[in-house]
């Protein structure tokens, strides 16, 4: 302490740190979200409309939630917290994702006002995590059950699939893809953990051009033909039953390094030399031919010799292979890639029903159908446009991720926000019985769950307001009323489970659970601190007092200036050395 008792000033950030705190930090972090929600909030539900995202390279048009959140490469710190529950939910249910954030913001613009008046965000916290338990108790209770084995639960995994693709670029063709989901993700339901690797056994493949229509499921592998040599003509590209074998090896005639000296006595000794290398290939050739196979893939290149020595001897080859699709035919044919040409037998060979090259738009296709193994599929998309065509697979992945939540669930609740609005009336005749506060937060809550109607009506052009009082109406007064939704197609309410309109019930569960702990942990941030970008690589030391070359304290580049200047007017130039009787500084940049 100082002479006159005053206590110094101590500097613990950077100069330029950005702090803010209190109640004026929490309803701006609020703001923030709401901007980042109105972003997405119009792509809601089947009349939801289309976002197009350019970022200088790449143009995307999409009305996924997750796509346009991951690609708005948002910079506001509490923000991102939307972009990482979108992602997780896309992740974990594939559709839902732009619900997830509606909710989110919607259950932090309700208690804005509480903030506003005063009431601590630890009790607006601790009542919204009661209620967003009640809320995924309640959607459990009301999820119908079904057996995937029955007809009715054939259904059932059909109209989520539709459902999920209602909102998509390709609702018109749902009859086309949702037969088609349905069935590559019940091949892979045969096994036990089938469901989990479902990125992995069932490709995309896109081939602009065509139409729409055109797209069609293989029940096997199929890739895109792959780079190849002269001689590839020749092959054979149809084989019934054939052995199939999966390299890991390159089949190439290696040269010796460059700089590989090998003295020799005699010009004949030079051609054994080159004779080695030629055997070299040529074993790894004929121990792939003498092992039975018809058809050898490698994920290595596979050369114009080997190419040619395969043809000649009736064998069709690829090679680079992508990693993923060697991995599927693995699957499929029951093969095991082998990362050797040596003591390869009949037992590391897969077989499959039917192996054939085909024409596909202006691609060629190497397909394998009829595999011992049927887990893998491969779904083949057509279209006019590359927007349109991976637009069409992010549908498509949406809707198999869908239907995989319900063969796992095997339960599902009616969409078309009636889930909300039963949840809502819920949880509005339970804050009756809460004393205190917690009564106004979780009505609050309650009321935060009709955004999902309201929104997907404003998205059709109808009147939310007329709409959701008829809502209310039903759920409160009529028995019968608990599935009533919003009907998109004629401007009113109807019964969307007899309409088919259906959803996974861990997708409303994953969504509701998703946006509570989202507003919750928006709602426990009491302080921002954004530190600055430094403009000099070398001040970010020198400011938080890490020590220069040879321990000095960093100096930022006009302090080092201003140094220089005053030692070359004394004659010298500035060294590591401090002054006499200065064993460090201290201070703002001090060690």
Not at 130 to 143: D, I, P
Request: charged content about 25%; proline content about 3%; glycine content about 10%.
């Amino acid at each position: 302490m100082n002479g006159n008792g005053m206590r110094p000033g101590i500097i613990l950030l950077r100069e330029g740190t950005d702090t803010s705190q209190g109640k004026a930090q929490l309803i701006s972090n609020i703001n923030a979200c709401q901007v980042v929600s109105d972003a997405v909030r119009t792509t809601l539900g089947p009349r939801g409309m289309d976002k197009l995202v350019a970022d200088g390279r790449k143009v995307t048009i999409s009305n996924d939630g997750a796509t346009i959140m991951k690609l708005l490469e948002i910079e506001h710190p509490a923000a991102k917290t939307l972009v990482d529950i979108s992602m997780s939910q896309d992740a974990e249910v594939g559709d839902g994702t732009t619900s997830v954030v509606l909710l989110a913001v919607e259950v932090l613009k309700q208690m804005k006002s509480f903030v506003e008046e005063g009431v601590h965000p630890q009790i607006l916290i601790r009542h919204i995590r009661k209620a967003s338990f009640l809320a995924v108790q309640k959607v459990r209770e009301l999820a119908v059950s079904f057996d995937i084995n029955t007809p009715e639960g054939e259904e059932m995994l059909l109209k989520t699939a539709s459902t999920a693709l209602n909102s998509k670029l390709i609702a018109s063709h749902q009859d086309l893809f949702a037969p088609m989901i349905v069935d590559a993700v019940k091949s892979l339901s045969q096994e036990a953990d089938g469901l989990d690797d479902l990125r992995g056994m069932i490709a995309i493949k896109k081939i602009p051009g065509g139409d729409v229509r055109q797209s069609f499921l293989v029940k096997g592998v199929a890739f895109k033909k792959t780079f190849s040599y002269a001689g590839f003509e020749q092959m054979t590209k149809n084989f019934t039953n054939p052995k199939v074998l999966l390299l890991n090896v390159e089949l190439e005639l290696k040269n010796e390094k460059e700089n590989a000296e090998v003295r020799i006595e005699d010009p004949e000794q030079y051609q054994s030399i080159v004779d080695a290398e030629w055997q070299v290939i040529y074993d790894k050739l004929d121990a792939c031919v003498n092992c039975g196979a018809n058809i050898v893939l490698s994920k290595l290149p596979v050369g114009d010799l080997a190419t040619q020595y395969f043809a000649d001897r009736g064998l069709f080859c690829a090679g680079r292979v992508e990693d993923g699709d060697l991995k599927r035919v693995a699957k499929a044919t029951g093969a095991t890639i082998q990362t050797s040409t040596n003591g390869i037998f009949e037992g590391v060979l897969g077989t499959c029903v039917n192996f054939e090259e085909k024409q596909v738009g202006d691609e060629r296709f190497n397909l394998f159908t009829g595999c011992p193994n049927s887990l893998t599929t491969t779904m083949i998309l057509r279209g006019g446009s590359e927007q349109f065509i991976a637009e069409s697979e992010r549908s498509v992945h949406d809707s198999l991720m869908v239907v995989k939540r319900s063969l796992k669930s095997q339960a599902v609740v009616a969409g078309g926000g009636a889930i909300e609005m039963e949840v809502a009336k819920y949880l509005k005749e339970h804050a009756l019985t809460i004393e205190g506060k917690g009564q106004l937060v979780v009505n609050a809550f309650a009321k935060a769950l009709e955004i999902v109607p309201r929104q997907l009506c404003d998205n059709a052009g109808f009147d939310s307001n007329d709409i959701l009082s008829s809502l209310r109406r039903k759920h409160t007064q009529d028995e019968d009323g608990k599935w009533y939704g919003v009907d998109i197609e004629n401007g009113d309410i109807m019964d969307t489970f007899v309409a088919g309109v259906w959803e996974p019930s861990d997708n409303k569960s994953n969504s509701l659970a998703s946006a509570s702990e989202a507003a919750c942990v928006i709602l426990s941030i009491d302080e921002t601190v954004i530190n600055p970008r430094s403009q000099d690589p070398g001040a970010a030391n020198g400011m938080m007092g890490g020590g220069g070359m040879g321990g000095q304290p960093g100096l930022s580049n006009t302090m080092a200036g201003a140094m220089d200047a005053v030692n070359a007017q004394k004659g010298g130039s500035r060294s590591g050395n401090l002054g006499n009787g200065v064993s460090y500084l201290k201070g703002r940049g001090g060690g």
